[in-house]
Each structure stands twice: as structure tokens, then as C-alpha cells.
């Protein structure tokens, strides 16, 4: 190998190792912080030098932290379901028929999941205050479809337009209804791009931080980001920042468990909803 | 015959359409549209938090107002523009950063390597990981005592003191600058790894045969071809970058030097339970993010056409 060959190889190596550390590093540091308390936090040693439970204990004992993550893993579920089913029949109408105004339709859906959470927050406070679901879940659940809903509609009719043409109208042809041809044939074919969006707005739902910060009023009825994020210990002036890394790592370890698992359905999901719109 | 009953059929088509799309378009006017219709009607009024349900309209008053020899109002507010400025320089440090380091991680993982599958892996866990927890991970390892940034920099010698990284108003717009494009150059890596993955090898394999450098063939090939892709990345983020709020709040929080249009709106709205005055701040960021969206669909459609010649 030839000097230039060399030095060409080892930077491109040092490269791969410099974008991988960037990547992982602040994640495995806060589960080296997480695993150690008192005065050990203070510690800059970059290696686990103990395993000590403490911030994990405190954190469901000093706050709701067990019933947060419920609310979350409520809130998100639901919302994914409902987004799932609206967005499976929405995206059969504008995937797969021609009619005026799809285009019309399609670029609304898309500018919809564009625009700024804040711009609905007084519109949506008095809707969910006059609906009475104020500081609770069900107001959540209604607050977050905005996130969901129209990135799920989109996703979907890209996935929908894909499938070959000849696949419903022999069903029609029989006599089918469009509400059969539907869960019969495109329910099952479209699994895979179900997981996909459904994983997506999970993580979405699941991420949520201003409607859940401005929406709720009660430590009880937070999601986990609200919790994290408003976290506080014994005195006002030191934030316990072993507890705080303590339930990132908890909330963030299934987040990043389910995107590795799934990841090359989420990039399919990722690039279907940013390079084909 | 054949003919009548395929229109009849279209026509039954087109008609159970719309009935599948009404859930969906019902949702969608009543958690967007009617919200929207909402906070744009309250920019006008004098409507207040504790009391939502009275308030009397008030012209445009909110946005700019003279009274007694003086004006008033959201145009006026050095505040607001000071929110405004914070917002756009956000937008273009960070997208700029991030669109340069999404395409060295792209090219990186589009090469044939041993344990590519690996470094793509871990490049999704930034973007995996909650904005919150970023913030706060971040928030931890930038703290002026005990954060392990200061640590490696003062024992390299590159700082002579611990920095106040998210306190400082100096750096503290920087901190937020750095662990958005933490989080978001997968994202960006990922969309443009998937436009090199559907180039063509053809004019690659040309390049190669004629000794072209391979950076002139980045500039002058690979370049021009993502271009589409790329566009769309950076347009998406740019919108995304536009309505920044969790960050900015959790790291630095409602502090002047790095608030942005959704924070300032927000403590408009919240904090101060100015309802109507902070509804006419979300409306003028509304405004701003819908003629920028206007503008890039119509543009959008020019240069897709540019592209079929």
C-alpha cells in the first residue's frame, strides 16, 4: 500500500470512529451518570467505575414518575390507533381513486403537518377547557392527533400508491364493497407500512412537549417529557441531575431498543414521508 | 353499455371516497383548522388566560397601537423582533451545519466498509432520543461546575476557565446551535443517504476509467444529482427549525438571549396570560411559516419542471 493510499485510509477510519463517538457518546454518558450518586456524580472519570441503583429508586419514589410513564404510553397508544385508522381509509381514497380536489386536498394535509404547534395552543386551551378534559389524558389525545394525524395520512398514501393497479378491481368486478376491498385486500398488504407509521407517530406522540407542558397542571397527569423536563429535587437551586439522567435513561432505552430493532422500516418510513412528497 | 357502467362505477368510487375521507378531514378541522380559526380571531381581542371565555375585540390594536404619543404593540416589541432574529439565525447556522455533516455522514455510509451496518446504527440513537432528554443530557454535560465538556477542554488546555455554556449569552445561542445538529444530522444524513443510494453507477464507472478526481466528481456529478433530494432535506428542516420551542425551552429556558418565536409566543400566552397578545404572536409566526411554505411549493413546482427538460 502506497503512503497516500495510507493516510487516505486512516482518515477515512478516523472518520467513521469520530462520527460514532459524536453519535454515542452523550447517551452513554448519561448512563454513566445515571448509575452514580452523592458526590460520585461529580466524578469526570469517562469509564463506569460503580453500579449504584440510587437515582433509579429515588425517581419513582420522589415523584409520580411510575404513573408519567402510564400517561405517556396511554396518550401515545391511543393516539396511534385512532391516527392509524383515519389515516388508513384516507389514504385509500387519495392513494388509489381520482377525484377533484385530491391534489387540493393532499398539499392541505401536508402544510397542516408543517406548521407551528404554537399556532393552535389558545385555539386548542379553549377547546379542551370548553370540552372539559382540561389536565387530562383525553385532552392530550386530542391535542396530539395534530402532530400525528396528517404526517400518518401522508406516509400511507405514499405506501398505498405502490401497490400494483390490478389488485381491487377484479374485487370490484365481483361485486365487492369498497369498505371490503379495503380490510380485505390493502389491510393485509399494508402491514408492513402500518408498523412503520405506527412506530413513527408513536415515537412523535411519545416525544410530545408543548401541549403536554401547557395542557396539564398536575404532577400526576404529566407525560414523561413534562416530568423530565420539570424535574426538581430538594432545594430549588440544584436541579438532581442523577434522578433526571435516571429516568432519560428509562423513558429513552425502549425508544432506542424499538428503533434499532425496526430500523429499516423507520429510514423506509422516514425517507417515504420527506423524498417522495 | 360496457362504457356507462364503468363511469357508474368511477362515480360509486368516487363517492365512497369521500366517505372514507370524512373521519379524517372531521379530526382534522376540529384539532387544526378550528383551533387555527381560533387563536388567528383572538390575535384581535383583548382575551385573557384566567378568564378565557370574555373578552371583546380590539382591532389590531395587538400588533400595533398609538397611544398618547407612543406606540404599542407586537411590531414594536424589541422583544419580539429580538425572538424573530434569535429564531432565524437558529435556522440558518443550524441547517447549514447540519445539511454540510448530513452529507460527509451520507458519503461515509454510502462507502463499503466493515461494520457499516453498525455506524448506521448508531447514528439513529440521537435521532431516537427524546428532545427532552437531549436537552437535558446536553444540559448535563454542558453544566459550568461539573460538566464533562468543560472537564476534557480545560485538560486539553483549549479554555483557561470553566464556561457558562447555556447561561452566557455569548455561547449560549452556540449550545443550542450544537445539540440541535446533534439531533437532527441523522435525519438529515439518512434523506440523503437514501437520494445517493438510486444514483446511477454508469457515470461513476465513466469518471473512474478517466481519472477525474474524486472530489471534482462530488462537486461536479454527485452533487447536481442529489440536488432534488436535498432541497427537500433542507426545506423540511429549515420549517422544522422555524418553530423550535422544546429545546430552546428546557435548555436555556425563557431566557432573551436565545428565545425563539414559539417560546416568546408561548410566554406571552402561559406566563403572562396574555392570551390575545400572545395569539397574535403565533399568528405572525403562522404567517411567516405559511408564506414560506407558498413559496416553496411554488417554486418547488418550477424546478420540477426544470428537472423533466
Known amino acids: 500500500m502506497n503512503p497516500r493510499r495510507f493516510v487516505a485510509r486512516l482518515a477515512f477510519w478516523l472518520l467513521i470512529v469520530a462520527i460514532a463517538v459524536f453519535s454515542i457518546f452523550p447517551f452513554y454518558y448519561a448512563i454513566l451518570s445515571s448509575f452514580r450518586s452523592g458526590s460520585a456524580l461529580f466524578s469526570p472519570a469517562l469509564l463506569p467505575d460503580r453500579v449504584d441503583f440510587a437515582n433509579y429508586v429515588s425517581v419513582f419514589v420522589e415523584q409520580p414518575f411510575g404513573r408519567n410513564i402510564l400517561n405517556s404510553i396511554g396518550v401515545a397508544v391511543t393516539v396511534v390507533g385512532f391516527s392509524l385508522f383515519l389515516g388508513l381509509t384516507a389514504a385509500y381514497a387519495l392513494g388509489r381513486v381520482r377525484f377533484k380536489g385530491r391534489g387540493v386536498l393532499l398539499f392541505t394535509i401536508l402544510g397542516v403537518s408543517m406548521f407551528p404547534q404554537v399556532a393552535v395552543l389558545s385555539g386548542m386551551f379553549e377547546l379542551i377547557r370548553a370540552l372539559g378534559i382540561y389536565n387530562s389524558m383525553p385532552g392530550l389525545i386530542l391535542a396530539n392527533l395534530i402532530l400525528t394525524l396528517p404526517f400518518t395520512v401522508w406516509v400511507l398514501t405514499t405506501f398505498m400508491r405502490e401497490l400494483p393497479k390490478e389488485l381491487e378491481e377484479a374485487a370490484y368486478v365481483d361485486g365487492a364493497s369498497p369498505w371490503t376491498v379495503v380490510t380485505r385486500i390493502f389491510l393485509p398488504l399494508m402491514w408492513p407500512a402500518m408498523v412503520t407509521t405506527g412506530l413513527l407517530a408513536f415515537i412523535a406522540a411519545w416525544n410530545e412537549f408543548l401541549f403536554a407542558l401547557t395542557f396539564t397542571l398536575s404532577a400526576e397527569q404529566r407525560t414523561v417529557p413534562v416530568a423530565i423536563a420539570l424535574l426538581s429535587g430538594a432545594s430549588q437551586f440544584e436541579l438532581p441531575w442523577g434522578n433526571i439522567m435516571a429516568a432519560s435513561v428509562i423513558v429513552t432505552v425502549p425508544v432506542v431498543v424499538l428503533v434499532l430493532v425496526f430500523q429499516r422500516r423507520i429510514v423506509a418510513g422516514l425517507t417515504a414521508g420527506a423524498v417522495k412528497g | 353499455m360496457q362504457a356507462a357502467n364503468a ?112 455506524l448506521r446504527a448508531a447514528i439513529l440513537i440521537p435521532w431516537a432520543i427524546p428532545t427532552i432528554v437531549s436537552a437535558k443530557m446536553w444540559g448535563w454535560m454542558l453544566h459550568d461546575q461539573f460538566g464533562i465538556l468543560n472537564d476534557i477542554l480545560l485538560s ?48 461513476y464507472e465513466a469518471a473512474k476509467v478517466d481519472g477525474i478526481h474524486p472530489v471534482r466528481v462530488f462537486f461536479r456529478v454527485t452533487l447536481p444529482l442529489i ?38 409566543a408561548r410566554q406571552q400566552l402561559v406566563d403572562f396570560q396574555e392570551v390575545g ?21 411554488t417554486f418547488g413546482k418550477v424546478r420540477l419542471g426544470e428537472d423533466v427538460r
Not at chain 2, 366517505?19 to 380559526?37: C, E, K, N, Q, Y
Not at chain 2, 483549549?158 to 446551535?177: E, F, G, N, Q, R
Not at chain 2, 397578545?277 to 411549493?297: D, E, K
Open chain 2, 156 to 203: 486539553l488546555g483549549l479554555i483557561a476557565k470553566p464556561v457558562a455554556w447555556t447561561a452566557s449569552p455569548d455561547t449560549a445561542m452556540w449550545a443550542v446551535i450544537m445539540v440541535d445538529v446533534w439531533k437532527t444530522t441523522p435525519f438529515m444524513a439518512l434523506l440523503i443517504l437514501a437520494a445517493l443510494q438510486i444514483l446511477p453507477s454508469d457515470c
Open chain 2, 227 to 264: 440536488r432534488p433530494a436535498l432541497m427537500v432535506a433542507i426545506i423540511f428542516r429549515a420549517l422544522d427549525a422555524l418553530r423550535i420551542f422544546d429545546l430552546i425551552y428546557v435548555l436555556t429556558s425563557n431566557s432573551r438571549d436565545t428565545m425563539s418565536m414559539s417560546v416568546y
Open chain 2, 7 to 118: 363511469t357508474e362505477l368511477t362515480r360509486a368510487r368516487v363517492r365512497s371516497a369521500w366517505m372514507f375521507l370524512l373521519p379524517m378531514i372531521v379530526v382534522l378541522a376540529l384539532v387544526a383548522g378550528w383551533p387555527l380559526v381560533r387563536t388567528i380571531y383572538f390575535a384581535f381581542t383583548d382575551a385573557n388566560l384566567s378568564d378565557i371565555g370574555s373578552y371583546s375585540f380590539i382591532g389590531f390594536a395587538n400588533f400595533l397601537e398609538y397611544y398618547e404619543g407612543e406606540w404599542f404593540g407586537l411590531l414594536v416589541d424589541t422583544d419580539w423582533w429580538r425572538a424573530v432574529w434569535n429564531t432565524l439565525w437558529f435556522t440558518v447556522i443550524s441547517v447549514s451545519i447540519e445539511t454540510v455533516l448530513g452529507l460527509v455522514v451520507a458519503l461515509t455510509l454510502n462507502a463499503h466498509f466493515p461494520g457499516r451496518g453498525v
Open chain 2, 277 to 297: 397578545y400572545g395569539s397574535a404572536a403565533a399568528t405572525a409566526l403562522f404567517l411567516i411559516i405559511a408564506v414560506l411554505i407558498a413559496l416553496t411549493l
